[in-house]
């Protein structure tokens, strides 16, 4: 199967990797703020600058933030608990990673 990449190892190493890596284990809480994004797990307690991400995807599922070429935070949208929540993360968000942008250029 490998021979004719009908099962590619990068899918193989993405799945093992997901599994293996205690990180993907904790339940993650974030709290969005004027100043930034709260980041709580059980082992990490942090607060990231909105200065850090320079973009905002968005589909009809995910929204991600991305802060490098492979680094990104994702957020689904089924974790906001109504439509409102969610529209003022959006304009909050908009609103601080467009400034980011601005300055960077």
Do not use: C
């Amino acid at each position: 199967m490998i021979w004719f990449d009908l099962f590619p190892t990068h899918t193989l190493k993405v799945f093992i990797y997901f599994k293996t890596n205690p990180k993907f284990k904790d339940t993650f809480n974030l709290t969005f703020h004027e100043d930034g994004i709260k980041f709580k797990t059980n082992m990490i307690d942090s607060n990231l600058d909105w200065a850090l991400y320079s973009k905002l995807l968005e589909d009809k599922n995910i929204i991600v933030l991305k802060y490098s070429t492979n680094d990104y935070t994702v957020i689904p949208k089924r974790a906001f608990a109504n439509e409102n929540d969610l529209i003022a993360f959006l304009e909050l968000s908009k609103r601080k990673i467009g400034i980011n942008q601005e300055n960077k250029q």
